[in-house]
């Protein structure tokens, strides 16, 4: 089974450009949730999708925002970028929910730099 | 945004010396799961805990549930150079609050 694809893997954008991330779940898999993860605040939720519908949201800005398509894939969007958005951007896949008890499985991220 | 802590936040061992990290939760979990990240990758899920109390073990990894299900440990025996990475507990909470967040992490070196 192939596993969890992020495009691009890398991306440098200016202050108030906007940027989208794709994230190709695993086969099978309904669910995807994104992460941003910065040396000093960790791996922050930002929201997940299941089945085409935002199940929850992080504590982000609304300058985030995402979507995802009837076969799973989902992408996230970016706008106005700041100088602290500048992050590795993360999508894991699960077949269920987020929060139930299945594993995550992740994506290699995209790292995104902001100047 | 919410964060569950664990400590230490850093840990610099010899190759063969033992290293545990911990895994606070304010809230009763209903489960909790652990995961690793070598630098430069991504988290990789590494075992589930369930169960009040319970053991679990993966080769020179023991996982510890606490009995009232709000801490867990990750202990390693005889560290090894590929033991390095960052480790993350992700408390999964009886509610909705702790549904998607990870621990702030524990980064282990392996010094050779």
């Known amino acids: 089974k192939a596993g969890v694809t992020q495009t691009p893997r890398y991306l440098i954008k200016t202050r108030g450009q906007q940027v989208t991330l794709s994230c190709s779940p695993i086969?099978?898999?309904?669910?995807v949730s994104w992460y941003q993860q910065t040396p000093g605040q960790g791996l922050q939720f930002l929201f997940e999708y299941f089945s085409e519908t935002q199940r929850n949201k992080g504590n982000f800005p609304g300058r985030f925002s995402g979507r995802q398509f009837s076969n799973s894939r989902s992408e996230m969007n970016v706008s106005t970028l700041e100088l602290g958005d500048s992050a590795l951007y993360l999508c894991?896949?699960?077949?269920?929910?987020?929060?139930?008890?299945?594993?995550?499985?992740f994506g290699n991220g995209t790292r995104l730099t902001v100047t | 945004g919410q964060q569950v802590m664990q400590i230490p936040q850093y840990q610099h061992v010899q190759e063969g010396e033992d290293f545990t990290t911990y895994c606070n939760s304010s809230t009763t979990l209903s489960n909790i799961q652990w995961y690793k990240q070598r630098p430069g990758g991504h988290p990789v899920f590494l075992i589930q805990?369930?169960?009040?109390?319970e053991v679990k073990k993966q080769k020179r990894l023991t996982f510890q549930f606490g009995e009232a299900k709000k801490n867990s440990s990750l202990h390693i025996t005889a560290t090894q150079t590929t033991d390095v990475g960052t480790y993350f507990c992700a408390p999964r909470g009886t509610s909705g609050t702790y549904k998607y967040i990870f621990g702030t992490g524990t980064r282990l070196k392996v010094l050779a």
């Open positions: 805990l369930v169960k009040s109390g």
């Open positions: 086969s099978g898999h309904r669910s």
């Open positions: 894991a896949s699960s077949p269920d929910s987020g929060g139930g008890n299945s594993p995550l499985h």
